[in-house]
């Protein structure tokens, strides 16, 4: 799979909204065949700053999600709310779902 975190520093004024503001580029991306997840998360030490978690399948869905329709609209009407370039780590690894942490296992969960 593709697994890619991006960090996201929203302008203050849209930090709030931002779940509204990427709602229709959320929604539609986790409608993807290809997507895995898309979760968003807010900064528990800068308010402003959100941490998107994603995963596609493989290259092939990789490429449908940065060719769909919502990623162009989303490369237009997100960058205004934004204070500077989001930064990225993407990395190919050989799974296709999440592993259990099991230096803090919890008896019985799994």
């Not at 998360?41 to 449908?64: I, K, M, T």
Request: proline letters at 8%; one cysteine or more.
């Amino acid at each position: 799979m593709i697994f890619i975190t991006a960090k996201f520093q929203v302008r203050p004024e849209d930090a709030d909204r931002w779940p509204q503001i990427t709602a229709d580029f959320t929604a539609a991306t986790r409608k993807e065949p290809g997507c895995l997840w898309f979760d968003w998360s807010r900064s528990l030490d800068d308010p402003d700053e959100y941490v998107l978690v994603e995963a596609f399948r493989d290259a092939d869905a990789g490429a449908a999600h940065v060719n769909s329709e919502h990623f162009k609209t989303a490369r237009l009407t997100l960058p205004p709310h934004l204070v500077r370039t989001p930064k990225i780590v993407n990395f190919v690894i050989p799974q296709d779902d999440w592993s259990a942490l099991g230096e803090m296992a919890v008896p019985g969960s799994d």
